[in-house]
């Protein structure tokens, strides 16, 4: 690839696909992120290391973009064969040290999420079946490099400097590297699909339900701003365009608020309901994230004062105000 960054796509077991690693050739040997934590995934990841010219074993720092197992899973294990260092951001490290009891309380956290907002008690159950099922895909690690926002990652070759940029999940991060004009953007920012703003449980022990897409396009905001030519996604090809790969982002959410205020002005509806008229019957696995992306676009119009939360049998219930 560019600038001594090399991109290794591993295999995932999700709908998004492979996902991106690199291996950032300088001293230490860095790989961002890791993969999730399966046979396959471990094997293609050693290939891909070793296609670039060194041995999984060479690696000395692992960095984390963020919490999901996509990206986490083969974090310990690297680590473990190779005695690397994990990075992470400060707000991710409870999450990464403590994964099986973190991802429980997640799960937890959406069924009330999914139970308040009209989703029926069977897809609930099925949808937390299917999260135990793929719990294995992920796996604890020690984080040893504590990061925080704002500060700079010396490597040998270039510094990257850590930005915390949460709307995707609340540990989102992102690397810049202000001499080459490069960002590695992880899930934050993606080519070809939109991030998914998905409700997580607050990092700062909060019950309340996050606002997870006006969170995000705060962060987008922030990252339309930086000053780069290439952006490395955690999913993907390259982006060579930011600027107008976000206003593309912005544009989108706009017309689809526009499009459920206008759902939620025809009858008062639930973010199920609301769902279901957008994209009809939903697969189990998806519920989740579309109910994500309804419930963030309604803070969208909740926050402008053009729409209202009410209850039906427990259920918010939003109006067109
Ligand atoms: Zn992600």
Do not use: C
């Not at 963020?66 to 951001?89: C, K, M």
């Not at 079946?129 to 604890?140: H, K, L, M």
């Amino acid at each position: 690839m560019s600038h001594g960054i090399h991109r290794i796509a591993i295999p995932t077991p999700f709908a998004v696909g492979r996902v991106n690693v690199y291996l950032i050739e300088d001293d230490p040997l860095t790989l961002v992120d890791a993969g999730p934590n399966s046979g396959t995934s471990f094997d293609e990841l050693t290939k891909g290391v070793r296609e670039l010219g060194h041995s999984l074993e060479d690696i000395e720092l692992v960095v984390l973009t963020h919490q999901h197992i996509d990206h986490l899973g083969l974090v310990a294990l690297v680590a473990e064969r190779s005695g690397a260092d994990v990075a992470a951001i400060d707000v991710a490290v409870p999450f990464v040290e403590n994964y099986s009891e973190e991802a429980a309380k997640d799960d937890a956290f959406a069924r009330g999420v999914m139970l308040r907002n009209g989703i029926p008690e069977d897809v609930v159950g099925a949808l937390s079946a299917v999260s135990q099922a793929f719990r294995a895909w992920g796996a604890r690690a020690d984080v040893t490099r504590v990061l925080r926002d704002g500060e700079a990652l010396e490597l040998r070759d270039r510094t990257l400097h850590v930005h915390h940029r949460p709307g995707h999940s609340p540990t989102d991060t992102i690397f810049h590297d202000r001499e080459r004009r490069l960002l590695l953007s992880a899930d934050h920012l993606l080519g070809h699909i939109s991030s998914n703003p998905l409700i997580t449980r607050p990092t700062d022990g909060s019950e309340e339900r996050p606002q997870a897409l006006v969170t995000y396009l705060r962060s987008l905001e922030q990252t339309r701003e930086m000053d780069v030519d290439l952006v490395l996604p955690g999913h993907g090809d390259p982006i060579h365009d930011h600027r107008t790969l976000i206003d593309e982002r912005f544009a989108l959410h706009r017309r689809r608020a526009e499009k459920i205020h206008r759902l939620i002005g025809e009858q008062p509806r639930s973010a199920y309901e609301i769902a279901q008229a957008l994209w009809g019957n939903i697969a189990v696995t998806q519920a989740y994230l579309t109910l994500s992306e309804v419930l963030g676009h309604v803070d969208l119009l909740l926050n402008d004062g053009r729409a209202r939360e009410v209850e039906r049998d427990g259920v918010a219930v939003f109006e067109a105000a």
